[in-house]
T-cell receptor, first 119, second 109 residues
């Protein structure tokens, strides 16, 4: 089983609908992230959470909201989906790196992606 | 966050070494240099990271310039499975990773 699981993997919806993408992880990491990827572009950070009580906006948070239900779960919501939110969405996790500056890795572990199409 | 500059694409022959450059002239003393790659239809995966010294692991080597304003990811023998988008990212200790557009690496057989 994957360490970072995203559901659904594919979703087609209509403009104006509310959509939730879910992410769960078994790595025991405190940090979780949502990224969006558009064709030919790199990943853009939507929201991130460094622990259950911490939620931060990323580069492109408008039109999105998140919920950190538990250490292992981080959900991304589109309250009213629009066509330009059609994209591939990735969830990722990382630990903080308790070894200090020298030992810090910050390695991100990604899910397999959720492809969302808004018609 | 400090920015990185990478070529849009590069091409390599199979079994030959590949040197993927990254410029980061505004890097600060506490910025780590990370490399990730994204294979087709997959999420990105970690390749290597470093702070000041050159680094080696089973996947690649990372050569960091003495002034840290540039770095090079080295794949010692490219295979067709190394065809991917490679991202060079700077991040500070405890901070988030922000991806750019990356370099598309094509490997010819």
């Amino acid at each position: 089983d994957a360490d970072v699981t995203q559901t659904p993997r594919n979703r087609i919806t209509k403009t104006g609908k509310r959509i939730m993408l879910e992410c769960s992880q078994t790595k025991g990491h405190d940090r979780m992230y949502w990224y969006r990827q558009d064709p030919g572009l790199g990943l853009r950070l939507i929201y991130y959470s460094f622990d259950v009580k911490d939620i931060n906006k990323g580069e492109i948070s408008d039109g999105y909201s998140v919920s950190r239900q538990a250490q292992a779960k981080f959900s991304l919501s589109l309250e009213s989906a629009i066509p330009n939110q059609t994209a591939l969405y990735f969830c990722a996790t990382s630990d903080f790196g308790t070894g200090g500056l020298i030992d810090y890795t910050g390695e991100l572990f990604f899910g397999e992606g959720s492809r969302l199409t808004v018609l | 966050d400090a920015k990185t500059t990478q070529p849009n694409s590069m091409e390599s022959n199979e079994e030959e070494p590949v040197h993927l450059p990254c410029n980061h002239s505004t890097i600060s003393g506490t910025d780590y240099i990370h490399w990730y790659r994204q294979l087709p239809s997959q999420g990105p995966e970690y390749v290597i990271h470093g702070l000041t010294s050159n680094v080696n692991n089973r996947m690649a080597s990372l050569a960091i310039a003495e002034d840290r304003k540039s770095s090079t990811l080295i794949l010692h023998r490219a295979t067709l499975r190394d065809a991917a988008v490679y991202y060079c990212i700077l991040t500070r200790y405890g901070n988030k990773l922000v991806f750019g557009a990356g370099t598309i690496l094509r490997v010819k057989s």
